[in-house]
């Protein structure tokens, strides 16, 4: 089974478990680093999550996994927050941050440029659009690579 495959299939099985616990499934990632397999689970809630949430939600996760096993291979699962740049991936993790810097990489050039970080203006079904340099700049949302906060210093 491809990577991306797995973390589809453990995404669909986790969202139910972490919305039943009261938080937010963020992300799911299957990544093979040097000879091992990680299970990578991001959580969050408003005011963020503590140690006993990431170790609930890993507790019956580990006990769900085993009983389904979706995974052929052996791996490690991490149990975390999305992290200061927390990724955005859903319309609503866009609107959720209006107002805050972004870091956007696109598939495509946009203006001859792929990578944008500004303040997130907008955000709706057709695309974002950041404030960049004083200017509105509009992406849509079918062109956006990948999104996450930026770290502001």
Sequence with gaps: MARHNVAATVESMVAPLVDSMGLELVDVEFVKEASSHYLRVFIDKPGGVTLDDCQAVSGKLDVLLDEKDPIPYYYMLEVSSPGIERPLKKLKDFERFRGHMVNITTYVPIEGNKKFTGLLADAGSQGVTLE?????????????ASAKLAVEF
């Design 132 to 144: 960049v340099n004083g200017s509105g700049l509009m992406i849509p949302m079918e062109q956006v």
